[in-house]
């Protein structure tokens, strides 16, 4: 007869405290089964059974079980077959009939960034200014011994017409401590007078290169800040200490297991903490394997810069950390008019944005880059950027030769319909942001209105960049929208916001299906990353990294996958995260 098992033999192997209500559904096949055991080298250490495993492997798209040895998948078939894998230490997982699927990737995250917003003032679902004061003055009397309040999440539809915070209404709710809150997109900031008189900035501060001071009438800056004009405010906040930084990075670890998030590609602000992701793998405590990019700026690398690049390479380049990309900007957003077009904003024609490199050096940089190895990811937004990236990466190789180079553009959020079918010809990869073409106000207000209607039918184009061969690699861009994949998955087939708003969509033409949205989160982002030999799909001889969540997003009306609520996590054949509804869902039959 098989029991649940919760004795402490299983308990000591469950480092993770969320994963803890597992107790009763892994348990093992020895405590009943009389059949013969296999021998050590064909015995699995996992089994999961009774799954609906929607694989992402063309050649065996559906199966019901998977074995697991040494973190890698070694069968995957129906639950009889796969059973033919266990011996007397086999942990059993009993899937219930729910849906299986390879664990999430996300090519697009600024983890230590994101990270911290899980400790700062959460302003990601507060959409008014007296909502937005309330927030900061509660954190502020909540944090007595924080020296400066710091948060993320606003946007800019709080501020009406004009679009921008002022520190008159911070000034109101914290007069005496720094305030410093960074819009969801990350791109602009807000300061109060504390913090712009820290920063120095006052009337007679002359904007940074690739930024500005925000000023009213009189010359005054109002305390919106955008682009490199934070960093003023941003150097003088006191850095974390290391041991706050370890505390950030446990909670944003947590956030992703337990959205089935299992792979991560950085893209800056976490190259310069290896150390740390390093020291989580030590101690057992990384729970998703990261890629991370070196973040270059304009005017480029410079003899250190490559010395770091090459160390780095030469230290992390395993399944759970690795070097090799470089990351770098070619503009800003369309919301703040910063992203480079060819013709000018649809609100303003006197404004195109430009690019922040100089064409040359972007792709002399580019190509040095390529040459000795490296993966490039650029931003690259407005329909100007992604033009000069594509030609830049098409020159790129006709100098260095055919090799797998696998370039990146990251957002695309405009594109030229000659511009479409280069991801495909070229190789060029798309990696791109489900939920930043999220139909809400900030979208169809701000973007679009900046952006026209001429752009519109293009208007983050998945479905015309996969069709002309693109391979879409999908991710958040965390913190500027939730590292949850699910609600972006839903965006990926709909093009409407929760509520089922625009009626008919956004750009209905450019919905992707689902199997395309799942593919492109998995296999998409192994891709993406060069690990698709590796990872991405639950495949026989790959990583054991996969997940079981509580809907079957195959019959549910795609409106219902934000929802979706992931109910166990395994990385490397660990179960790393299981939802306390799992437990309770277990039918009372095994005995
Ligand atoms: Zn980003």
């Known amino acids: 007869m098989m029991s649940r098992l919760t004795g402490i033999g299983l308990t000591q192997k469950r480092t993770f405290s969320r994963a803890t209500c597992l107790a009763s559904l892994v348990f093992a096949i020895a405590a009943y089964s009389a059949a013969s055991p296999q021998t050590a080298a064909s015995t699995a ?111 800019y539809d709080a501020f009406g017409a004009d679009a921008l915070p002022d520190k008159k ?37 002359p904007d940074p290169p690739n930024g500005k001071i925000v000023r009213d009438a009189q010359g005054n800056p109002t305390g919106a800040l955008t682009e490199a004009a934070s960093g003023l405010v941003r150097k003088v906040v006191p850095p974390p200490t290391r041991e706050a930084r370890l505390n950030a990075l446990r909670a944003g670890l947590l956030e992703a297991r337990r959205n089935g998030v299992t792979r991560i ?162 190789g060029v990869i798309p990696s791109m942001q489900p939920l930043h073409a999220y139909p809400d106000a900030d979208t169809l207000d701000v973007w679009l209105k900046n952006a026209g209607v001429q752009r519109e039918p293009l208007a983050f184009a998945w479905n015309s960049i996969a069709n002309s061969g693109g391979r879409l690699a999908f991710g958040s861009d965390w913190p500027v929208v939730t590292i949850s994949p699910w609600p972006g998955l839903q965006t990926a087939l709909t093009r409407q916001t929760a509520d089922g708003k625009p009626a008919g969509g956004f750009v209905p033409a450019q919905r992707i299906t689902l199997p395309q949205a799942i593919a492109a989160y998995t296999m998409g982002v192994a891709y993406a990353g060069m690990r698709e030999k590796e990872e991405g799909s639950i495949e026989k001889g790959k990583l054991a990294d996969l997940i079981i969540v509580d809907r079957d997003l195959f019959q549910i009306d795609p409106h219902k996958i934000d929802k979706t609520k992931v109910l166990l996590t395994m990385v490397g054949g660990k179960v790393v995260y299981g939802d306390d509804a799992w437990s309770n869902d277990i039918p009372d039959n095994r005995k």
């Open 45 to 155: 250490d996992v089994i999961l059974i009774n799954g609906k495993v929607y694989t992402v492997n063309p050649a065996q798209p559906w199966a019901q079980a998977v074995a697991v040895k040494d973190g890698k998948i070694v069968a995957v078939g129906d639950s009889n077959d796969v059973l033919e894998f266990r011996g007397a230490a086999t942990q059993l997982i009993d899937a219930q009939g729910h849906l299986v699927l390879p664990g999430f990737g996300d090519s697009h995250v600024h983890f230590m960034e994101g990270s911290f917003t899980l400790l700062g003032v959460k302003l990601d679902d507060v959409k008014t200014i007296p909502r937005i004061q309330k927030r900061v003055k509660d954190f502020a009397a909540a944090h007595p011994g924080d020296s400066w309040i710091e948060g993320m999440g606003w946007s």
């Open 169 to 205: 209404y911070l000034d109101e709710v914290a007069p005496d401590r720094p305030v410093f809150l960074t819009c969801f997109d990350g791109h602009t900031t807000w300061a109060n007078s504390k913090a712009l008189q820290l920063a120095g900035i006052d009337r007679s501060t």
């Open 265 to 426: 590609h950085s893209a800056g602000g976490d190259f310069e903490y290896f150390d740390l992701y390093d020291e989580l793998r030590n101690h057992g405590e990384l729970t998703a394997r990261f890629y991370i990019s070196y973040f270059l700026n304009p005017p480029g690398l410079t003899p250190e810069i490559r010395a770091s690049l090459d160390r780095a390479r030469a230290t992390y380049h395993d399944d759970w950390l690795s070097a090799g990309a470089v990351k770098t900007m070619l503009d800003g957003v369309v919301e703040s008019h910063t992203a480079a077009m060819l013709t000018p904003y649809a609100d303003n024609p006197a404004v195109k944005g430009k690019t922040f490199w100089q064409p040359a050096q972007y792709q002399a940089t580019v190509t040095e880059l390529d040459h000795n190895g490296y993966q490039i990811f650029t931003h690259a937004i407005g329909d100007a950027a992604v033009r000069l990236a594509l030609n830049s990466y098409e020159s790129m190789a006709e100098t260095n030769g055919t090799r797998d180079s696998r370039p990146r553009i990251e957002h695309i959020e405009t594109i030229t319909s000659q511009d479409v079918p280069r991801f495909g010809k070229l």
